[in-house]
């Protein structure tokens, strides 16, 4: 028989909810980063780019648990950092990205919002579309399987 847990350990499935809500809150700052490297990669954001992003995760079953509020004060920190210094934010929000190729349905949630946010002015630009393609081959998604590949 096993022995009871000491009164102060919380209980398996109370652990278990918060391990979920934790990997989605990692999940949701990887995406709303992902997004504002794309925003950011014309070298400005649009008010509709942060809306697409907004209908993005109101859009993904697993991210619309999060207040919309959230999601644009951690979109602001990420451009911040971009305003501050590019390189240095582009190279952690890859990393992060990088981290999601392992969960296939998580990594489709990101490159679709992406691409939502880079066609936010109804033209995806060069650096959009170039940044798009990169997440797409760090988290091993083929942009084709998607319909993301069209002309440059």
Do not use: N
Not at 116 to 138: K, P
């Amino acid at each position: 028989m096993p022995k009871p847990s000491p009164p102060w350990m919380p209980a398996r499935a109370d652990l278990a909810a918060a391990f979920a809500i934790q990997r989605k809150e990692t999940l949701m700052e990887t995406v709303v980063a992902a997004c504002a490297a794309v925003a950011y990669a014309d070298g400005w954001v649009t008010p509709e780019e942060r809306r697409r992003l907004l209908a993005a995760i109101r859009a993904s079953d697993v991210l619309a648990v999060f207040p919309p509020e959230d999601v644009v004060q951690h979109f602001d920190e990420v451009i911040a950092r971009f305003e501050q210094d590019d390189a240095a934010a582009e190279s952690l929000v890859m990393e992060r990205i990088a981290g999601l190729k392992a969960l296939r349905k998580e990594a489709r949630h990101l490159v679709a919002a992406c691409y939502a946010v880079a066609a936010a002015d109804l033209q995806i630009d060069g650096e959009e579309r170039a940044l798009v393609m990169r997440v797409c081959e760090l988290v091993g998604i083929d942009p084709a399987e998607l319909d993301l590949v069209t002309e440059a």
